[in-house]
């Protein structure tokens, strides 16, 4: 038996769930502590709300372990775990009354009758829904419904709360304020919050750890502060406030180069000449007037009042875009000088510079990748049947409109911007993953056919 | 002008669909033999329905009782297997969910003769001597896809994470089933079971065809046989005036309950 | 979640029953309907019923009847569920259960007590009283689900319709009975289905003298001949099924439009 660390109240370790052919979860490892306030963040579809199905016992992972304080709850039915769920929408039950709702749980433990009285008025007192104890939870309104099934999974004093999107369905004044009295709530509870959301500034408001998940898979780990500050990917970066993302090389260390000029930066070891992302915060952009003393110089395409600051975007002299917030306002068409300081740049390695697909020669002129056989250039002496490795430029890749005329067909996953291009997730109908740059404008969730010109498939085979 | 127009239309209709009613059970408090032929006020009629001091009463009274245990029978075991059927439906997916939707609408699309010789034909081809228990057979089949098709609404209109949050509140599934997901789907049934229990009542070629020759009469055979002999039993009118009135008075009692529950809900 | 979707089991039973007592007498009535009475395979009760000129006949007039049934009950039926619907929410619902309460009494009864009627009031029994016996029957099944269409009709495409200059009689062709469609249809198939294949009710109606094709289905059942009965029931379910898929087909258009 392995010494269990006892701080941690909940283990996950490399966990994996898939859904018929779709990977939802891909070997994901999180550690909790107690009391932790912990969001899982991600968007819409990257395995968040199983992650917390599977911690509740709703569904069993395909491989990996679940351990609640320090004890094995992987193949534990949910009535069975020291947990209790929030759910997205409310799922209180609409035969009992408020009262009864909250008692649900209790009197199945068989709590005597007193007992659950006084816990019953208890955590209606705290969720502020005093009075409330008759009431039919269907005559509640949004707001109302959510603070009486909060109140139903505290009842039963749960080690863990789970909380799914509890505040999604909710508008935007009700959510701040919710949002302040469930953070009041977890310090008076003092136990643990596992909340998942899709909305960034929730997680930033309320988190001491936040996960970020994309595709099944966790991205960062982090206080909201480094996960702001540092983030580790452009996903990330992209994903959390607003930024500017960027192509760049690393010169040597401390030098990188981006939008067309050098910059001095703090990071190192990167090697040199190596391509990177590089990520600048909006409101880490100096705007000036006096066009000598700034490092390059832009023109100010639009500028919009956002209550505290301005949000401009500016055409960089090479004739990138950027996103600039600055407290003063500048003029459109008016010429302006920006500064970047060394620590505001934050450099990440590229996940990848070229699309790399495992392939199959079909003769000299045709290879098969992503299931499906594409035309290349003739390869001399290649065997049918011979196993290759197929790159292709994220530039080559061709996106049309009549998903028919494509050799294959997928739909645009996710886009980031990068000054003067975008830089697309394609997600073809097999399953494949293409990353595409271009100077197009595509909407998430289009669908597209894609095309690969033959001179632009390009091979190498794997003895080599 | 336009709106009296309108109103005189609706009425012109109702007073000519309650017509023949009406005109039942005007002479159903008359002696005569004959319809039409008023001799003077009587309760005769009545007293001989319930007395069951008339020709062949016991039959009549046998047909009224039989009517009504196949009524019950068929309902209740269509509500217990319609909403097993319905939980299970519900938690199918894709192409045998289809096929089961598909072949729970046959009985409601076919017209009951169709149904009734098909049946027919089925317990001929397996020797099933026909009687009490094939008529029970085929009305359960007429009736469990109207039980079926009220509960499921039930179902999808569900939250459906209502039946987890009860686990996660530490309920067993038994529990869960019986606390939570019952009494949710309680409405479906009992609007399922009235529905089964009424189309059961009004059924005549289903039974038609399944009851044999073992001398099994409901209501509806009854009257068949009973009119083919010529004109009516006359103790049939005031059978007919005392139905409608159940009716009529079950429906008053349902739309003012519904109606103050429609007013407790707005306040 | 799992555990949940094991109730996909539950259907089983009810499977079981499907298979037995609604697929099965199906497969037997065509089993039947292409073999002689010795059980051999034959088409002989198929060139029996095209040959037969009272069958083919009796055949006809039933399509008729069930046909000018359904058009009188749709041209009486649509007005009245249009004044329903467009009454005052209370009062409305309290003349919509006074039409279908008469659905509640047993149709052999209605139909006997509405024979009488015509009896007394001296009027000879045939094909008119059958058709106006069964728009007595059948009227309510018509207005109903055309009354639950119209009464959930969203006002607003009255009004768009009236804003982008339609006439009250444009607004009600070209919006509001295109909306009624899946009403007027669900009413067809509650008023044709039945006519089509009455027969009770049309023996009580015309006394005898007018044979629908319901009846000669049940002549021949019950006088052993279950071969050409059940070729007979076949033909009527071929019947049901164009019907049926014609409202399928019309669900579409609908929604494509």
Same mark, same amino acid.
């Given at each position: ?464 | ?267 | ?10 259907? +089983? ?5 499907? /298979?037995?007592?609604?697929? !099965? &007498?199906?497969? #037997?009535?065509? $089993? ?56 005052? +929410? ?5 003349? /919509?259960?006074?039409?279908? !309460? &008469?659905?509640? #009494?047993?149709? $052999? ?149």
């Amino acid at each position: 038996m392995r010494m269990e660390n006892k701080d941690y109240i909940i283990e996950l370790n490399n966990i994996s769930k898939s859904f018929g052919d779709k990977v939802i979860l891909n070997d994901v490892s999180i550690k909790v502590k107690k009391g932790e306030f912990v969001t899982i963040l991600g968007p819409s579809g990257c395995g968040k709300t199983t992650l917390l199905r599977l911690l509740a016992g709703f569904g069993e992972a395909d491989s990996g372990e679940i351990r609640i304080n320090g004890n094995d709850y992987t193949h534990v039915p949910p009535h069975l775990r020291p947990v209790n769920t929030v759910f997205q929408r409310y799922a209180l039950f609409p035969h009992l009354d408020v009262y009864e709702n909250i008692a649900f749980g209790l009197k199945l433990q068989k709590v005597p009758g007193n007992e659950i009285d006084k816990i019953v008025r208890k955590v209606l007192k705290m969720v502020s829904m005093n009075d409330y104890e008759d009431r039919d939870v269907e005559s509640l309104s949004g707001g109302q419904q959510q603070r009486v099934a909060i109140a139903r999974a505290i009842a039963n004093q749960p080690k863990v709360l789970l909380l799914d999107e509890p505040l999604a369905a909710l508008d935007l004044k009700m959510r701040k304020d919710m949002q302040i009295e469930l953070k009041e709530m977890h310090k008076k509870l003092g136990i643990t919050f596992i909340y998942v959301t899709h909305d960034q500034e929730e997680a930033l408001t309320l988190s001491d750890t936040i996960i970020v998940m994309n595709e099944g898979k966790i991205q960062q780990i982090g206080t909201p502060t480094d996960i702001y500050n540092e983030p580790q990917n452009s996903f990330v970066a992209d994903f959390i406030g607003e930024s500017n993302i960027l192509n760049g090389t690393m010169v040597k260390d401390k030098l990188v180069e981006f939008v067309g000029h050098e910059f001095e930066c703090i990071d190192e070891g990167f090697g040199e000449n190596a391509p990177v992302d590089v990520v600048v915060r909006p409101e880490d952009i100096y705007i000036v007037r006096n066009l000598e003393s700034a490092q390059f110089t832009a023109k100010v395409k639009s500028c919009t009042f956002k209550g505290v600051h301005y949000e401009m975007f500016v055409d960089t002299d090479k004739g990138y875009e950027l996103m600039i917030q600055d407290y003063n306002a500048f003029a459109p068409e008016q010429e302006v000088g920006l500064i970047i300081r060394p620590a505001d740049i934050q450099v990440m390695h590229k996940e990848r510079t070229c699309n790399t697909f495992e392939g199959e020669m079909v003769d000299e002129t045709h290879v098969k990748f992503m299931d499906e056989t594409f035309e290349c250039l003739p390869q001399a002496d290649a065997k049918a049947g011979e196993k290759v490795t197929v790159q292709v430029d994220f530039s080559k890749v061709d996106l049309i409109d009549h998903i028919e005329d494509g050799t294959l067909e997928g739909d645009v996953h996710f886009i980031i911007y990068k000054g003067d291009h975008y830089h697309l997730t394609i997600l073809t109908d097999e399953g494949y993953h293409i990353w595409v740059d271009t100077t197009d404008i595509w909407d998430k969730g289009d669908l597209v056919g894609i095309n690969i010109a033959p001179a632009d498939i390009k091979i190498v085979k794997n003895n080599e | 002008m336009k709106r009296f127009f309108a109103q005189c239309y609706i009425w012109l209709l109702l007073v000519v669909l309650y017509a023949p009613i009406v005109f039942i059970a005007i002479f159903s408090f008359t002696e005569s033999k004959v319809l039409g032929n008023w001799t003077g006020f009587s309760t005769k009629l009545y007293t001989n329905l319930f007395t069951g001091d008339m020709q062949g009463s016991g039959a009549l009274v046998s047909a009224i009782e039989n009517t009504i245990l196949i009524a019950l029978v068929a309902a209740t075991v269509a509500t217990i297997l319609g909403t097993v059927a319905a939980i299970g439906i519900h938690n199918m997916r894709g192409k045998g969910k289809q096929a089961i939707n598909f072949l729970n609408n046959i009985p409601i699309l076919n017209p009951d003769i169709i149904t009734g010789v098909s049946l027919f034909l089925l317990f001929v081809f397996l020797h099933i001597s026909q009687g009490y228990a094939t008529v029970i057979l085929a009305h359960i089949t007429l009736c469990t896809p109207y039980v079926v098709l009220n509960v499921l609404p039930k179902l999808t209109q569900m939250n459906p994470n209502i039946y987890e949050a009860a686990l996660d509140l530490g309920a067993t599934p038994y529990q869960a089933l019986r606390k939570v997901l019952m009494p949710l789907l309680k409405p479906g049934m009992i609007s399922g079971f009235i529905l089964a229990f009424t189309m059961s009542l009004d059924d005549f070629a289903i039974t038609f065809f399944t009851r044999g020759t073992v001398g099994l009469d409901t209501l509806s055979t009854y009257i068949y046989t009973d009119a083919r002999k010529g004109g009516l039993t006359p103790e049939l009118r005031p059978l007919i005036t005392l139905m409608f009135v159940g009716v009529l008075v079950l429906l008053i009692v349902i739309n003012i309950r519904a109606m103050r529950n429609a007013k407790n809900n707005a306040r | 979640m799992s555990r949940f979707s094991k109730r996909s089991t539950w259907a +089983l039973p009810y499977v079981i029953f499907l /298979v037995l007592f609604v697929a !099965l &007498p199906l497969i #037997i009535i065509i $089993l039947y309907a292409f073999q002689d009475s010795s059980g051999n395979f034959s088409l002989g009760n198929f060139a029996k019923f095209v040959t037969d000129a009272d069958a083919i006949g009796t055949f006809a007039l039933s399509l008729e009847v069930a046909i000018e049934n359904t058009l009188i009950c749709i041209l009486l039926g649509y007005p009245a569920a249009w004044i329903l619907a467009n009454k005052k +929410l209370n009062r409305s619902a309290v003349t /919509v259960v006074l039409f279908i !309460l &008469p659905m509640w #009494i047993n149709a $052999l009864m209605r139909t006997l007590a509405t024979a009488e009627l015509f009896h007394m009031l001296g009027i000879q029994l045939g094909k008119g009283t059958l058709i106006v016996g069964m728009v007595y029957d059948y009227l309510p099944f018509m207005i109903y689900p055309i009354y639950n269409i119209l009464s959930k009709m969203d006002k607003s495409y009255v009004e768009a319709a009236s804003d982008l200059g339609a006439t009250p009689w444009q607004v009600f062709w070209k919006v509001q009975v295109p909306l009624s469609m899946p009403g007027i249809i669900s009413g067809v198939m509650m008023v044709f289905m039945p006519t089509v294949s009455t027969f009770a009710i049309s023996e009580f109606l015309t006394n005898n003298k007018i044979k629908l094709f319901g009846t000669i289905i049940q002549e021949n059942i019950n006088s052993s001949m279950w071969n050409y009965g059940a070729a007979l029931s076949l033909v009527m379910l071929i019947i049901i099924g164009i019907t049926s898929l014609l409202q399928d087909n019309k669900k579409e258009v609908n929604g494509v439009v």
